[in-house]
């Protein structure tokens, strides 16, 4: 994973990759705690599954919603969107993202 898309540093082991015309990407990624992604959007779109801790995902325009371990969160493709954990909680996830990836800037939630 490029550390330059996250607030911090995130470990990863990726479960399955496929590089035909819409690649599918699978993998698990750990956030230690208050660390997330920068906003992004895959082409086709992606489903998270918190396999444990908690964390915080939001869309573009929507609320923050806090995940933990169970809940199960896709966003459409094209869709913009971060993910990570929450402040006192480590949280990992299996990540299905379908498409390329691509980067903007970092997100401004900052938890109470």
Not at 34 to 42: K, Q, S, V, Y
Not at 100 to 109: A, N, Q
Request: proline share 8%; aromatic share 6%.
């Amino acid at each position: 994973m490029d550390p330059t898309h996250f607030t911090g540093p995130v470990t990863s082991h990726p479960l399955h990759t496929s590089a035909e015309a819409h690649p599918v990407r699978v993998g698990v990624v750990h956030f230690q705690p208050g660390i997330r992604n920068h906003w992004h959007r895959h082409d086709g779109g992606q489903v998270l599954h918190v396999v444990d801790g908690a964390g915080y995902v939001q869309s573009r325009g929507e609320e923050v919603h806090r995940i933990e371990a169970g809940d199960i969160v896709s966003a459409a493709p094209g869709e913009e969107h971060w993910h990570g954990a929450g402040p006192d909680s480590a949280m990992s996830h299996v990540a299905v993202s379908i498409g390329e990836t691509t980067w903007l800037e970092p997100s401004e939630f900052e938890p109470i």
